[in-house]
C-alpha cells in the first residue's frame, strides 16, 4: 500500500471543462455536488482507503527567513499570480494506476447543470516507502 | 464502580492537595495513583466517605514520592504528617483549580486543555479526540501547561472573568469523537456556579444553556447550518430554555450586570419568541446597546446591525452598517443578508459569494454559496 495526495487548487490548475463558479450553481447543484464527494470518501473508508480530507481557506501567505534576529517575510502584492490550494484527499491504495483511477472518479463530481466538472485534480505520492530490496 | 462519581471528586481532591502546598504536576499524578486504587479497592470495599478515603491516599502517594524523590536530604524526614480521614470542605478547593487552570501565564488554547484535564477529569485521550490532534502532542501541550504553573501559588483569589472566558471557549469549540464540549462545558459551569455566587457565572451558564436547547435545529442530519429564522422551533429543548431563562432572571435581578448576563438576555428575548417574527427585537437591540457599552467590541456592533435591521426594517439596519469598518468578519456577510431584504438581489449575490470566501469554517462557507447560489438563479428566471 502506498499514500497518495489528491489536490484540489483555487488557482494553479488548468481551467476545469464545466468551469462555472459555485455561486452561480442552484442550491440542489451544490448539494449534489457534496453528496457526490462525501458518498465517495464514505466509499474510500469501506474499502479502507480513505486516510484523511480537509479544506482549506482560500487566503494563505508565503513566508521566508529574513535573517537573524528579523521578522520572517510575507508575501506582498503579489499574492495573485501564487497557485492555491483549495483542500485535499489523502488515500492510501496498491497502487498508482488505482490512485489515477480514483483521482479521475473524484474529477468528475458533478457542478453546474449536473455535467461533470472534469477538474483538474493533483496526483502526489507520499516519500513514506522504503525501496523494497530484491536480489 | 461510579466512574461518574470518581470524575466529579477527581478536582475537588486535587484542589485539596495543591492547598496543601503540592506542586501541581506532582498532586495530579498523585490523585490518578490513588483513582487507580480506587478501581483496585472500592468494588470489594466501599469507603464511607470517598473523598476523604481518595485525598488520604492521595495524599500519602504525593508524600511517598516527595520522600522517596528528595530521601538523600535528610530535612525531609520531617514530613511523616498523614492527615485524619474525614470530611473535607470541597467548594474553595475547586474553585482554586479553577482559577489556576485559567492563569494568565497560560495561552488560551493551554487554559483550555488543562481545565478539560484538571477540572473536568477528561483524560488526555479523551482531549486529543476533541481536538483531533495526535495523543502526544495533547500530552506535550498539558505538560506543558503543567510546568507553567508548577510554581504558581494561588494565594489571591484569581480573576473570575478569565475562568469564565475559558469556559465559554470549551463550550464554543463544538465537538466530535467521544467527547461533547458544549455538555462538558455546561457541566463544568454549573459547578462552578455550585462553587460561587456570582452574577457573571449565572450570566454564562443561563448563555450556554440557552444555546444548548437550539443546538439539534442549528444543523440538518448532513450539516447545513439552518439559520435561526428557519429553525424548527418544536426541536428547541422548552426545559433547558426554562431553566436558563429563570438563572438568567434571578442573576439580572441583582443589578449587577455584565457582558454574559446582556448576551443571555438576548439569547432569552430569541428564544422565548414562538415565531421568528414575534421577535422583541427593539428589546434585542437596546441590549446590544448594553452590550457595546460593556464591552466596547465592533463585533456587537456589528450584530446590533443586524437586530436594528429586523426592528426598523433593512434601511435601518444597512444604516447602521455603514458607520462601520468594512474589515470586519462578517460585515460582508451581514450586508449581504441586508441587501437581500432590501430587494437588492445582485449586490446581496455578489456580497454573499464575497462572504463564502472569507468564511472560517465550512459549514458556513457552504452556507453562504448556498445563498448566493439561490439568489443567482432567481436572478436567471
Known sequence: MAKYLLLKHYRGAPAPVNDVPMDRWSPEEITAHMRYMSDFADRLKETGEFVDAQALAPEGTFVRYDGEGRPPVTDGPFAETKDLIAGWMVIDVDSHERAVELAGELSAAPGAGGRPIHEWLEVRPFLTETPTVTE | MDEV??????????????????????????????????????????????????????????????????????????????????????????????????????????????????????????????????????????????????????????????????????????????????????????????????????????????????????????????????????????????????????????????????QAAIAALNADAPTAEETDWPQIVEWYDELWRLTGSPVVRLNRAVAVGEADGPRAGLAALAELDSALPRYAAVAAYLHERDGALETAARLYAEAAGRASNLAERDHLTRRAARLNARLRR
Not at chain 2, 480573576?159 to 469549540?173: C, I, P
Not at chain 2, 464540549?181 to 459551569?189: C, M
Open chain 2, 5 to 262: 462519581l470518581l470524575r466529579s471528586l477527581t478536582p475537588s481532591v486535587l484542589g485539596v492537595l495543591c492547598r496543601r502546598g503540592a506542586d501541581f504536576a506532582a498532586a495530579e499524578d498523585a490523585v490518578q495513583d490513588a483513582l487507580v486504587e480506587a478501581l483496585r479497592v472500592w468494588p470489594a470495599d466501599p469507603p464511607r466517605d470517598p473523598k476523604g478515603w481518595l485525598v488520604t491516599v492521595a495524599w500519602r502517594r504525593f508524600l511517598d514520592a516527595t520522600r522517596s524523590d528528595a530521601a538523600r536530604r535528610r530535612r525531609e524526614d520531617r514530613a511523616e504528617e498523614e492527615p485524619a480521614p474525614g470530611p473535607v470542605p470541597a467548594a474553595d478547593d475547586t474553585l482554586r483549580l479553577y482559577f489556576l487552570c485559567a492563569h494568565p501565564s497560560l495561552s488560551p488554547s493551554s487554559a483550555v486543555a488543562l481545565t478539560l484535564r484538571a477540572v473536568g477529569g477528561l483524560t488526555t485521550r479523551q482531549i486529543a479526540r476533541a481536538y483531533l490532534v495526535p495523543e502526544a502532542t495533547m500530552a506535550q501541550r498539558i505538560s506543558r501547561a503543567k510546568r507553567t504553573v508548577a510554581g504558581v501559588r494561588l494565594d489571591r483569589p484569581g480573576d473570575v472573568a478569565t475562568v469564565l472566558r475559558v469556559l465559554y471557549l470549551v463550550f464554543n469549540e463544538g465537538y466530535s469523537g467521544d467527547v461533547d464540549l458544549a455538555a462538558e462545558a455546561v457541566r463544568l459551569t454549573r459547578q462552578l456556579a455550585g462553587a460561587i455566587d456570582h452574577p457573571e457565572v449565572a450570566g454564562l451558564l443561563a448563555l450556554m444553556l440557552l444555546h444548548h436547547a437550539r443546538r439539534a435545529a442549528r444543523t440538518t442530519a448532513d450539516g447545513r447550518l439552518v439559520p435561526l429564522a428557519e429553525q424548527d422551533r418544536t426541536r428547541w429543548d422548552t426545559a433547558l430554555i426554562a431553566e436558563g431563562i429563570g438563572i438568567l432572571q434571578a442573576a439580572l435581578a441583582r443589578d449587577r450586570l455584565g457582558e454574559f448576563q446582556a
